[in-house]
């Protein structure tokens, strides 16, 4: 059994930062890529950022330059440090782990809320 779980969500005003966080328990060989998704209401969840287990990042156009994705292998804990943050980064974020239990299967976090407003 693999869990995920994910902390640092809130409500913060338009330019502010948060870090989200998501650590990885259970029972497994090694966690492959990881990323971050999200969902916004009446809308498809979207990926937002991934991390591969050597630090290879990829971004969506939306959060270039505002977003950094982090790992710490040795924690199995994934970041997402998300500065100038925008009214549209709203949404449920996610957080995804390709983990190797003898096969290679995805797991899920809960969801943790991140509302922009001022």
């Known amino acids: 059994q693999v869990q995920l779980v994910e902390s640092g969500g809130g409500l913060v005003q338009p330019g502010g930062s948060l870090r989200l966080s998501c650590a990885a328990s259970g029972t497994f060989s090694a966690i492959l890529d990881m990323g971050w998704y999200r969902q916004a209401p009446g809308k498809q969840r979207e990926l937002v950022t991934v991390i591969t287990r050597s630090g290879s990042t990829n971004y969506a156009d939306s959060v270039k330059g505002r977003f950094t994705i982090s790992r710490d292998n040795a924690k199995n804990t994934m970041y997402l440090q998300m500065n100038s943050l925008k009214p549209e980064d709203t949404a449920v974020y996610y957080c995804?782990?390709?983990?190797?239990?003898?096969?290679?299967?995805?797991?899920w976090g809960q969801g943790t809320q991140v509302t922009v407003s001022s």
């Open positions: 995804n782990a390709q983990v190797i239990v003898l096969g290679r299967l995805s797991y």
